[in-house]
Every structure is written in structure tokens, then in C-alpha cells.
């Protein structure tokens, strides 16, 4: 005879430190669907992270490269002070209300003049990635460019135990990017929003329509300030100064390629890779403002790049049985 | 030390492998974000399958049960549940493994029409770009998962499937085609009048408005595709096998993922495996409700946890997607 099992453990019944799913509670509490199980839910929130390691690769990068980056309407590139100053970083993140995860990111610092005048500052993020599905997709409702990556993160060795470094990125088989190196704790100068609670955070969403008739751009903003409710002043990355460690350009070995897949490392010409800052934080992500709205509308006759059962390059990579 | 390189070429361009870099294009032509590189871009669309195979189980569950996690407007129909596998060889999103539940279903859209459809409470997928391409415009129920499901052996005669996510094995089952006929299939089976439903809740990024819609995938092979259902099934591909030709079945609601416990098999009526080709149409809206929140009034409800207090549901193995 078959051996025919179902397990019908409901944790919500057994701890309240799983909620009940959404189809149980009030409407309001639906954030994401699916109301019978969400990719992630209202035990995200509040968003705090603590514990976080940032590695964060300071490049410079021509004004052209940068304003290509920086999608204009509605933003502008920074021209003061390090503008060309690019964050191109690392992090590994252990606690959070989305599970441990590592991620990646490069931070541009741009401006944005609303109809009033205006002027908002914050790092715009082109690219990020990240290894775990459930801050993928809540890091997107909230206009993040989030992907999903295979990423490393190693720091070992040395008197310190922590004075080497390896970090890599691959997606479908290519490698993204590698840098391996160690920590020399030389000065290296950040980019300009570092530490400024009036730099916030700018991202683009796209929301498109079920019939692909138009997709509505969303400039999203989050203020650096921590949110009233936490009853603390200062910036929402609270930094852990003993835990900083530095690398000069002359501690750092890199390599960045552009694959089918991903053509940042096609679009992010670098000049010079001055150096790597890493440090500790605890973090809170409080929601965004939408600042700027745009909604582009296709005909009735709009036809993708794709020829029906014809397919290329960017269709074939090695099957993938998830992680 | 100190040794630096950075290759910019992108020789596919040049040679029409790939699209025209986002950042070179009317906007028209950018259908997600990143807006400079996206989850998943234009070149999908249209959005075709060729040779996936399909190995369907088909179970029953207590009609209650099914009832309580679907949401209004949707009806549920019947017991006969498909909870399915598939290996997705040739798509518009690469290749990838697949997995999910369609219960029978209709919705009154309000305007004297009925719609009746395939609905999805729960999918896994094994990548990021389906995953995504499914949810955001759609309304596919998508979460990341370990899958495992193939046929092997003399004429592919057995069967097995695995899906774990976060460490806890959600389902397993295993065991031999029969080739015998099952005592009954899902309802909407080949039939063009049924299409498939999903529920989107596309969130404000400020949270104070959820939209929510059913969308609705007609069966129909789109405008200038021919006639027939879009699922375009090899017949000589089908395999069958019943309750008990399966070996093992083994499923479990987690902490992290819901369905063992929602919908328990009362009863395991058999398998059919398919290969086929598809199709998949942008779809329609056929039903709308927006939900407004007052910051004042509304968020302390979404605020479930403690800041910077980690719970089970935060602990688990740092994931590693390993589409790398």
C-alpha cells in the first residue's frame, strides 16, 4: 500500500510570532497577494535590520555615465562636491524582518525639483540584486530595481581575522562582478550623501497594467531622517564606528564584465575604483513618498521584441532547480 | 594587489541577440524596473512555451477548506484540485522548474457576466525573471522555491517530485505511471470557455491604497495564433497513473509557507503528465476594489512586529539563489 501523509500544521495556531494569513484579517492588512499565503506579509513591518554588514566600493564615474544612469525627466545627476563619486556595494545582511540575505546596489547621487521648487537630494540606485525572494519583492513595492543574484561574501584571515575580503556576483552562469583584496584601513573619501540626513534615497517604480496598455513610472523617496515613531534623532543608518575597516585602490583587485543577462557592467564605465569602506549598521526602511508620476500608454497594436516559439540568446542558461 | 579590469563590450547587441539597451529606448518599451536593466524586459513578450511537460496530481480537499483561502469575488466550483509540476524547457524567460494549485472557480464581475477560470492560490518558481513577470502585471501568486520534478527510468515509467523553501520540505511525492484513466479530472479541463484567474494587489508605495483586481486569462488562442486552447497539448505525451500508483506523498504547511496546512488532501485521485506548447495573452481586468489606509488609523494594524526583534519567521538559512 501507498504511504500517503499530509502534515496540515498550522503555525499561526501554534506561535504568535507567525500571523495568520491575510484571507483571516481585516482587508486593510492585505499588502501583497496572494491572500491565502503572501510571498511576505505584515510580520515585515516595522522594517529593521540589525547587525548589517556594508562593504561599500567608492568608483569614480564620468558625469555622461552617470546621467545615462540617472533617468531624466524627472531627475538630475549631483554636479557639487564628489559628484562623481559612485557607491558600488555589498552587503550581508544576518537580521532583519525579512530573513537574512545578501545584497547588492550601486548608489548615484542625484536631485530631483518638484513643481514648487523643491530641490529633494537622495542616492538613486540603477541596479541592485539580492538572494532571497521574499526582500526582492518588498524592496519592488517599494520602487527598488531589485533582481535575484548568486552573491558572496567572505571576509577572513589576518591579524584581525577580518583583513581579507572576496566578493563576487554570477546570474544565469555569467560572472557580474569579483573583487578580492585586503584591508589596509587607509582614508578613503565616500561619496558625498554619506552620513547626511538630507540625502535621502530615490528609486523608480514601473507598474504596468495587466494588458500591457501603459506602465506608470514612480519616483519614490525615503527620507534618511528615522521616522518620528522611533523616538530617536539621527540618521536611519546608525553606523558602529569600531566595526569600520577601509582598503585603498592599491588593497583591491577587480574585475566587472556585462553579460546577456545584465549590462551593468556595459553601462558602468568606471575610471578609477578609489577605494572600499565597510562598516556595521542597524537600519530602518520607513515607506516611501511618491514625488514624480508618469504613465506611458501603448496602442492596442503593441508588439515586444519576441518571435512567437523563437528562441534566443537571452532565453537559453542552464535550468535552475531554485534555491 | 591592486590589479583592475572592466569589460564593457556587449557584443550580442551588435550581432541581434539581444534588445536595444533600455536606457536607447522610447519608454513605451520598458515594461518593469530597473528602468536601466529589468527584472524582466520586452523581449518576453509575446510570452510563448514550447515542450514544457506538465505532470499534474489530482487531489481532492475538504470544499471548506478550499472556501476559506479564496477571496471574495471568487466562487469556488468543486473539490478536484490540480496541484501540479512543471519543467519549463523553451520560454520567453529561459528555462526554469515550476510549481502550483488551480482550484475550479467563477466570478460574477457584476455586469450580468460570469466568468469561469482555473484560479491560483499558491506557485513556486525556481527564477527570479518568471517569478516576477507573473506577479507584477498578472497577479500570479509567485514565490521562490527549491524544485526537483522529473520522470525517469525504462520509458520514463516513474515519477518524482520535491519542493522545499527555507529548510522545510513542503511537498513530495513519487511512484510509476499505470497509463490507467483517473475517476475524474479538474473540471476545466480542455475547455476554452474556462480560463485562469488570478488575484493582484498592486500596494501604493506609500501604503496607503492597495488595489486590488481579478484578473482573467482567456483559454482562447489569442488574435492571429489560429484557434484551439492556448495549453496545446502533445496527445502521444500523456501519461497517467492513479491513487495508488503513487508510491509516496508527503506534504506540510511550514512556517514560512501555508498551503499543507490550508488544504490537506482528503483524498489522491492520480497524475497525468502532458507535453506542451503555450501561450500566455496580457490579461483582463474583470474586477476591481480599492482599499484606501489612513496613516492615523490604519497603519497600527500592518505593524505586527517589534523593531529590531527577530522571530522564527525572520530565522532561517541565509538563501542563495542559485540561478548564479
Known sequence: MPSHLNVPSK??????????PPIERDINTWIIANPSDPLWDIDVLPLTYTDSRWSAFVVRVDEATRQRLTPNPPLTVWDGEN???????????????????????????????????????AGYYPYMYLTGDAPVDAGRVLGFPKKMSYIRITTHGGEKGTDFFGYAMTRNGYLLHSSTGQFDDKQVTPPYFYGKVDWGKFNMKVVSRPDLSSSEWQLTYLPSELPEAFNIKGHRFQIKPEHTRTASSDAINWFQQATPFDNMGAEMKIQEVTGLISFVFDLIIPVPAVLWTETYERPASYRGYATPYKYGLRQQFPISQGS | MGLQANEYSYPWLAEGEVPPLPLDRDRIHIISQGVADPVFDYDIVPLTYTESRWMAFVMRADINNMKGVVPTPIEVQDDVIEFWYVIHRNTMLGPYMEMGVTFSASVDSGDGQIYKAGYYPYMYLSNDSPIFAGKEPFGFPKKAAYIAAFEHGTNNNYFNMLMERRGYILHTANGRYSDKPLSTKPTFYGKTDWGRMNYRI??????????????YLPSELPPGFGTGHRFMLNPESIRTATGDDIRSWYMSGTPFDYMGGQIPATELVGIISFTFNLIIPPAATIWTRVVERDPAKDFGALLYSTPFKYTMRHRFMVPQYSQG
Do not use: C, R
Request: net charge negative; no cysteine; hydrophobic share 30%.
Open chain 1, 83 to 121: 559628484a562623481d563619486l559612485v557607491e558600488y556595494w555589498y552587503v550581508d545582511h544576518q537580521n532583519t524582518m525579512l530573513g537574512p540575505y545578501l545584497e547588492f546596489g550601486v548608489t548615484i547621487s542625484a536631485t530631483y525639483k518638484d513643481p514648487k521648487g523643491n530641490v529633494w537630494k
Open chain 1, 11 to 20: 503555525y499561526w495556531e501554534l506561535t504568535k510570532e507567525v500571523p495568520p
Open chain 2, 202 to 215: 498592486t500596494t501604493h508605495p506609500d501604503v496607503t491604497k492597495s488595489t486590488h483586481e481579478v484578473t
